[in-house]
């Protein structure tokens, strides 16, 4: 089969199973997602695994260590399918500096940094216990968003990755409003949880990148794509604004 009849193939919602069938274009798109999953996952573990011990008890600390554990397991996951086209896996997660980070007031929209592939959100620091527990509720909402998609790729391996990994991010950003909900009534000022709300709130919108992207089309081609980025960010704005709300919070 031609590359070209397997990029018709694709357009008409086929999916493909075997490294060995996969496009060159579709294979550099297919990394280039999978390796955003990878890097903002391990980045935001390491950013998380530093929040750890602020936890105000030990339920707390405790689910904010399984966060960190199940998001580098998650990493692993869709890093193992990146093995198969080569990636060298045994040193993958040495190869990035995961916790560094720029200064709080830094403002880089939607760009990447130039050591690795995680969304730019990843690359601002979070300031003390209850700045986490609301970034992990935003990003968290977020992800849930992106996991619609991510489920639906027409490469078959990384979909059924991506459908596993999908109810585990849907609990942390269950235990971030949860947090929320435990921060309110031990009398944490809403104030302060409400002006991390809104230096959060764009920071994550960001990560669905821009409205006009001039790879949009080939990736829905690909099958990679099923929704646009300003379709994604509506959703995610919608869930998070109705979930904040419950709180006592509100998107900006």
């Not at 639906?152 to 979909?159: D, E, F, K």
């Amino acid at each position: 089969m031609s590359e070209m009849s397997i990029t018709d193939y694709l357009a008409q919602g086929g999916v493909l199973t075997n490294p060995e069938n996969v496009p060159a274009r579709y294979r550099a798109e297919l990394m280039r997602l999978m390796a955003t999953f990878v890097d903002s996952a391990l980045a935001g573990a390491a950013g998380f695994a530093d929040i750890i011990n602020d936890g105000p008890g030990i339920k707390e600390r405790i689910a904010a260590a399984k966060i960190v554990l199940e998001k580098t397991d998650n990493a692993d996951k869709v890093l193992s399918i990146m093995g198969d086209f080569g990636a060298n896996t045994a040193r993958y997660a040495n190869h990035h500096p995961w916790t560094d980070r720029l200064e709080r007031d830094a403002d880089i929209g939607t760009s990447r940094t130039d050591t690795d592939m995680r969304l730019s959100v990843f690359n601002y620091p979070m300031q003390g216990w209850s700045d986490a527990v609301v970034m992990n509720l935003l990003m968290g909402l977020a992800v849930g968003v992106q996991m619609s998609e991510f489920k639906r790729v027409s490469y078959a391996p990384l979909a059924e990755a991506f459908r596993a990994v999908s109810p585990v991010e849907a609990r942390h950003a269950e235990l971030a409003a949860e947090g929320i909900e435990r921060l309110v009534e031990t009398g944490t000022n809403k104030a302060d949880l409400q002006a991390s709300v809104d230096y959060w709130w764009p920071r994550v919108a960001a990560s669905f990148g821009n409205d006009v992207s001039t790879r949009a089309s080939q990736l829905q081609a690909f099958g990679l794509r099923h929704s646009t980025n300003a379709e994604l960010r509506e959703e995610w704005e919608a869930a998070a604004a109705t979930t904040l709300d419950k709180l006592g919070l509100s998107a900006p």
